[in-house]
T-cell receptor
Framework: AQSVTQLGSHVSVSEGALVLLRCNYSSSVPPYLFWYVQYPNQGLQLLLKYTSAATLVKGINGFEAEFKKSETSFHLTKPSAHMSDAAEYFCAVTLNYGGSQGNLIFGKGTKLSVKP | GAGVSQTPSNKVTEKGKYVELRCDPISGHTALYWYRQSLGQGPEFLIYFQGTGAADDSGLPNDRFFAVRPEGSVSTLKIQRTERGDSAVYLC??????????FGPGTRLTVL
């Protein structure tokens, strides 16, 4: 069975500081991995995805994530936090059905706060 | 272009009542997914349609929950005899041929 663990339900950084949100996954077969962002009272927006191509994935808003099979990790980073990055971030995994996705399995989310 | 839309945005109902939640996917998207997000949790999968048929309904919690997609576009999630534990945000997503899922804004259901 697949699962996702996000370490830290709440992360607080100062504006301009490095953002690091941790995600570890469990999957018996090569997974697809995703990071979604959710702003208050809004739906989920895709930040980036890993689909077995390059292990370093660049997304929107300056975010990137690196797939590390040996560590079963897919941590999300951004070099310099901006106030507008304050939101909840979800890591998700799904099986690779020959290029198509099944349903997503989400972590519990990490709420990012950015201090001025 | 238009994204995934869900109606209503908020629904308040009384315990024991029947509710219907609607999802309009992105035009042309063949796959449609329903998820439920409880407070402080990540979304949990409910059901997945490929075209008109339910390809995977393993996430439906019990037989009070049912979903349809009769013409392969709009989908309706139906909940009978609602319980307070059904209170959550219900999210819909669509994708083209099973690729990236695009989410709607959700319907917040409150069962009093």
């Amino acid at each position: 069975a697949q699962s996702v663990t996000q370490l830290g339900s709440h992360v607080s950084v100062s504006e301009g500081a490095l953002v690091l949100l941790r995600c570890n996954y469990s999957s018996s077969v090569p997974p697809y991995l995703f990071w979604y962002v959710q702003y208050p009272n809004q739906g989920l927006q895709l930040l980036l995805k890993y689909t077995s191509a390059a292990t370093l994935v660049k997304g929107i808003n300056g975010f990137e994530a690196e797939f590390k099979k040996s560590e079963t990790s897919f941590h999300l980073t951004k070099p310099s936090a901006h106030m507008s990055d304050a939101a909840e971030y979800f890591c998700a995994v799904t099986l690779n059905y020959g290029g198509s996705q099944g349903n997503l399995i989400f972590g519990k989310g990490t709420k990012l706060s950015v201090k001025p | 272009g238009a994204g995934v839309s869900q109606t209503p945005s908020n629904k308040v109902t009384e315990k024991g009542k029947y509710v219907e939640l609607r999802c309009d996917p992105i035009s042309g998207h063949t796959a449609l997914y329903w998820y439920r997000q409880s407070l402080g949790q990540g979304p949990e999968f409910l059901i997945y349609f490929q075209g008109t048929g339910a390809a995977d309904d393993s996430g439906l919690p019990n037989d009070r929950f049912f979903a349809v997609r009769p013409e392969g576009s709009v989908s309706t999630l139906k909940i009978q005899r609602t319980e307070r534990g059904d209170s959550a945000v219900y999210l819909c997503a669509s994708s083209l041929n099973g690729n990236t899922q695009y989410f709607g804004p959700g319907t917040r259901l409150t069962v009093l």
